[in-house]
C-alpha cells in the first residue's frame, strides 16, 4: 500500500514549486523508509525543474541531497535498523548485474542506466520523487550511513557535493606532494577545497574574483587566484598535478589545460550547457589529459561519508524552510550562497 506524504513540488517547467502530497511505495523486503531531516538544493535541481536537460516528467520533486532517519525497514534488511542516521544521494537503483555495477561503479551503469532519485522511472514503473519531502523509501542497496561526527543538516550536500568532488581528487590521486587546483568556489568547489586539503595535496582555488578569498583560504586553500586577472594564467603555467573544473560555465579550456603540468589532469564535473572546444597542442605538449567524473559510486560515496566524518568535514550551509526554495532558486542562479542551501524538513511537517 502507498502512503501520502508532504513534498515540494514543480507541477511544470519553469512553474514555481508548491506544497502538495506525493505517494511512497509499501516498505519492500529489502526496503528502508527515511523520515527526512534535510534535504539539500543542487543547482542541477533546477536545471531539472526547469526541464533545461530535455525530458523531464511532472509534477517533480527534486532533491538528491538526503539526511535522515530510519524510521521502519522492510525483513529482509540488514545494513539497517530504526534510528539510524541515513543519507539518499543521486541514485535509488541501477541494474546490478553490468560490469560497472558490479564493480561498485553504479553510477556508470550500462544495463540501462543508474535510477535517479528523482525524475527518473523507479523498477516498480512509477516516478521517482526526491528529498524536498517528508520521507522517502528506498532499497537498502543504495542507502548510506551517515556516521557520528558530522552533523546531519552539514552532511546532506555531501550526498551529491561531496562525493562528486571526492571520486575525481582520489582516482587522481590528489595528495600529498600534489598541487590542486579548485576552478569555481561554489557548492562543489567549497567541498573541493576542504576535502583535498584534508587529503594532504597544495590547494589553490580558480575563482572569477578575489571576493571569496578570505573564505577559500579559511576552509583550506593554500593559495587564491582571480582567473579575470590574465597575470593569473602567466604565474601558474605548467604548474598543477590536478585542476577540478566545478564551474558549469564555458571557459577557456586552451588557457586552463597551461597550468597543468607533464601528465597533468584537467577533470570537469559540472556541465555545461553548450559544447566546448580545445586545441588538441593543449594537450600533446606536456602528456596532458582532459578529462571527466560524475559522482560516484555507492562503495565510494560511503567511503567519502566516513573521511568527511573523521576530518570533521560538512558543507557550509544556509538552512532554509521549505517556502523559501523558489527563492532560494534564484539566489543559487545568481551565486548567492555561502555556500549550500539546505531544506530543513521539518517546515514540511506542520
Ligand atoms: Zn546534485
Ligand atoms: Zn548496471
Redesign the pocket.
Known sequence: MTTNVTAYAAPAAKAPLERTTIPRRAVGEHDVLIEIKYAGI????IHQARDEWGGATFPMVPG??IAGIVAEVGSGVTKYAVGDRVGVG?MVDSCRECDNCRAGQEQYCTGGGMIGTYNATGRDGEPTYGGYSTHIVVDEAYVLRIPEGVALDAAAPLL??GI?VYSPLRHWNAGPGKKVAVVGMGGLGHMAVKIAHALGAEVTVLSQSLRKKDDGLKLGADHFHATSDPATFQELAGSFDLIVNTVSANLDVDAFLGLLKLDGAMVNVGAPENPSSFNVFSLLTARRTLAGSMIGGIRETQEMLDFCAEHGLGAEIELIGADQINEAYERVLASDVRYRFVIDIASLRD
Open positions: 543542487c543547482h542541477s535541481d538528491h541531497e543521486c551529491c557535493a562528486t
